[in-house]
C-alpha cells in the first residue's frame, strides 16, 4: 500500500499505479505445475499458456503441449509438439511411446508407429511393459488392416 501512496503522490495525474513484472517470478517447473493444475479443472486454455510460458526453457513442456493437444484431438498440433521434444530430448521414451501412441489413436502411420515403440523399448528397458502394451495394440491393428 505505501508504493501505492507514493505514486499517487508522485504522479496525482494517475488515477491508478501501474505495476510491471520485469521478471518472471515462477520458474518453468511452477508454470508447469500451475499448467497441470488447469488441465486438472478443464481449463486447457490456462494450461497452454503455462506450458508455453515453461517450453522456454524446460523442453520437457513440450511433452505436456503435445498431451493436452492429443486430449483435445488436435492431432496435428499435439504431433509437432512431440516432434519438438524429439529435437529437444532425442533419448527420452516417453516421447517415443506417446507419438505412437498418436498414431495408433489415428490410425495412420501405423509403421512408424511400430519403429516409435520399438525405439521407446530400446532406450527404457525399466519401462518395456508399459511401451510393449502400445507395440501389441499397433501390431493388432496394423493385423485387422491386411
Same mark, same amino acid.
Given at each position: 500500500?505505501?508504493?501505492?501512496?507514493?505514486?499517487?503522490?508522485?504522479?496525482?495525474?494517475?488515477s491508478?499505479?501501474?505495476?510491471?513484472?520485469?521478471?518472471d517470478?515462477?520458474?518453468?517447473?511452477?508454470h508447469?505445475?500451475l499448467?497441470?493444475?488447469?488441465?486438472?479443472?478443464?481449463?486447457?486454455?490456462?494450461?497452454?499458456?503455462?506450458?508455453?510460458?515453461?517450453?522456454?526453457?524446460?523442453?520437457?513442456a513440450?511433452?505436456?503441449?503435445?498431451?493436452? !493437444?492429443? +486430449? @483435445?484431438?488436435?492431432?496435428? *498440433? /499435439? &504431433?509437432?509438439?512431440?516432434? #519438438?521434444w =524429439?529435437?529437444?530430448? %532425442?533419448d527420452?521414451?516417453?516421447?517415443?511411446?506417446?507419438?505412437a501412441?498418436?498414431? !495408433?489413436? +489415428? @490410425?495412420?502411420n501405423?509403421d *512408424? /508407429? &511400430?519403429?516409435?515403440?520399438? #525405439?521407446? =523399448?530400446?532406450?527404457? %528397458?525399466?519401462?518395456?511393459?508399459?511401451?510393449?502394451d502400445?507395440?501389441?495394440?499397433?501390431?493388432?491393428? @496394423?493385423?485387422?488392416?491386411?
Amino acid at each position: 500500500m505505501l508504493f501505492a501512496l507514493c505514486s499517487l503522490l508522485i504522479y496525482p495525474g494517475c488515477s491508478l499505479p501501474r505495476i510491471i513484472i520485469l521478471k518472471d517470478p515462477l520458474t518453468p517447473e511452477e508454470h508447469i505445475n500451475l499448467g497441470v493444475t488447469y488441465e486438472k479443472q478443464g481449463d486447457f486454455d490456462n494450461a497452454i499458456k503455462q506450458y508455453d510460458l515453461a517450453a522456454k526453457k524446460l523442453p520437457r513442456a513440450y511433452l505436456y503441449l503435445g498431451n493436452i !493437444y492429443f +486430449q @483435445k484431438k488436435e492431432w496435428k *498440433r /499435439a &504431433e509437432e509438439y512431440y516432434q #519438438k521434444w =524429439i529435437q529437444k530430448e %532425442p533419448d527420452n521414451a516417453d516421447l517415443y511411446n506417446n507419438l505412437a501412441w498418436l498414431y !495408433y489413436t +489415428q @490410425k495412420e502411420n501405423l509403421d *512408424r /508407429a &511400430e519403429g516409435l515403440a520399438l #525405439k521407446a =523399448i530400446e532406450l527404457n %528397458p525399466a519401462k518395456a511393459e508399459i511401451y510393449r502394451d502400445t507395440l501389441e495394440k499397433i501390431m493388432e491393428i @496394423k493385423k485387422e488392416s491386411h
